[in-house]
């Protein structure tokens, strides 16, 4: 059973306002399904091939690490999956919504109350608080009133144990403090799916340890986590690694190419 006052803990959802939609039923099949993908760039080079026919599904409540060298395809890869980017030929599904077919409001619309987006950089507005930080996608999806926005902003960060850094800007607190902030942002809107890029590269061992068992807190309440990362230890603890190699996917456990 996960610990009092976890993300994983069962009472988490009787003690935080919740998403009119966050029980919904996401899909029939795969929350994620990727079908011979493709994404094709333009550049003054010529043009580029990012992912070459990528085929990938996620179900509800898995723990994946998307991992690879620079230029692998990683970030093309979860800017496909967060619908922040278009493919240029496949299929993509994501909670039961194919995303070919969102002009840009709908697809922005989709993305707030689907997918909460971790950054490496934290990506906090610097002239807001901690808990404005926090408040703030919900204000954009026009969830909630006011007070139910401040009351479940102040719930998510005592759950990731920010709530006495509430008042503080986020240049006052610590990079491990600003990831915290940054997942309880990405709780906002409850949405099923988190995608994490890079969410530990820039903390230490320690803080980057604090972090991973948040995300393992999650996925015990329900979540279903994607994770970019170079750190192959902490890749090997999630529950599927997959790989990406020169635009190419492939699953498994971490082997010598990816080592290398």
Same mark, same amino acid.
């Given at each position: ?89 496949? $299929? !993509? &599904?994501? @909670? +039961? ?13 989709? =993305?707030? #109350? ?102 393992? $807190? !999650? &996925?015990? @309440? +329900? ?13 090997? =603890?999630? #529950? ?21």
């Amino acid at each position: 059973m996960a610990p009092e006052g976890s993300l994983g803990d069962p009472r988490y959802s009787a003690r935080v306002i919740t998403a009119p939609y966050a029980a919904r039923p996401l899909a029939d099949g795969h929350l994620i399904d990727l079908r011979d993908v493709v994404k094709d760039y333009h550049t003054e080079a010529g043009p580029f091939r990012a992912l070459k026919e990528v085929s990938l599904q996620v179900d509800a409540g898995e723990f994946i690490a998307v991992v690879g060298r620079s230029g692998s395809g990683k970030s093309t890869l979860m800017n496909m999956i967060t619908g922040i980017d278009r493919p240029t030929a496949g $299929s !993509l &599904v994501v @909670g +039961g919504t194919d995303l070919t077919r969102l002009n840009e409001s709908r697809i922005a619309e989709w =993305r707030g #109350r689907t997918i909460g987006v971790i950054f490496q950089f934290f990506q906090l507005l610097p002239t807001l608080n901690v808990v404005e930080n926090v408040m703030l996608p919900m204000d954009f999806a026009g969830l909630w009133t006011p007070r139910e926005r401040h009351e479940r902003a102040m719930h998510l960060l005592e759950l990731v144990g920010m709530v006495d850094q509430a008042r503080k800007l986020p240049a006052a607190t610590s990079g491990g403090q600003q990831q915290r902030t940054a997942i309880a942002r990405s709780l906002a809107c409850d949405p099923p799916i988190i995608v994490a890029d890079e969410p530990t590269g820039n903390l230490d061992e320690v803080t980057a340890e604090e972090v991973f068992e948040l995300f393992e $807190s !999650l &996925v015990e @309440g +329900g979540r279903t986590i994607v994770m970019v990362t170079h750190d192959h230890e902490l890749a090997l =603890r999630t #529950r599927r690694t997959v790989h990406m190699v020169d635009g190419r996917v492939s699953d498994g456990t971490l082997d010598a190419a990816v080592r290398a």
